[in-house]
């Protein structure tokens, strides 16, 4: 089975809980005014990657970075959702947590009565649901941008989470490529952004930017 995969980290700490490989999945048909990363709208552009490689790398990242889950982002995960509840179902057999992210509401994907949705719902552990929406802006909260956004705890892995929420920061990464690209991952204000990489731009005089904001 084949995965649309836009990016993949096999390591960070700002996409959920602990350490975490996160994979960004490219096509999305919800189209969120103001989203962050309109360019995984498309369905093209992205690599196609079998289970079984997105498989291998992750578990790779668990063994030399000592991972404790995966995120799915996107994009819209559940767009891929058969692909993804495969790869889910192998790294939770291996030990791994599965956090998820939609632009769909739970209510949305659970009335579908689609299998698939249905089986990437049965392996995920935490969810957060729903669009963003640019009037309800809201960063006080980790890994989310809108107030709207729900976290689901869908099993009790992370359920320890629902009242700490507020203790866990916000966290922008940002990484220097060796071609020079700057990535950044995360979560913080578009105006924040902007202005980071006016000020790297100025700093970097000559330095191509060509990745920005990475976020669902
Ligand atoms: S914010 Fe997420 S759900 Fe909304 S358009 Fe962007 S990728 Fe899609």
Redesign the pocket.
Known sequence: MLLNLHRFLPLTEAEGPGKRACLWVQG?P???EG????W??SKDGGKETSVDEMYEEIMKSYQVNGIEGVTFL???PFEQAAPLAELAKKLKRAGLSIMCFS?YPFETLKAANRKDWDDLISETDLLIDG??VKSKLDLSRPWVGSSNQHYRFLTNRYSHLEYELHTLPNRLEIRLGQDGRIMVNGMAAPDTIKDLFLDIGKKQSGTPITSKKLR?
């Open positions: 999305c919800i189209r969120c989203c962050g990363v309109p995984t709208w996107g994009g819209e632009g669009p963003f669902d």
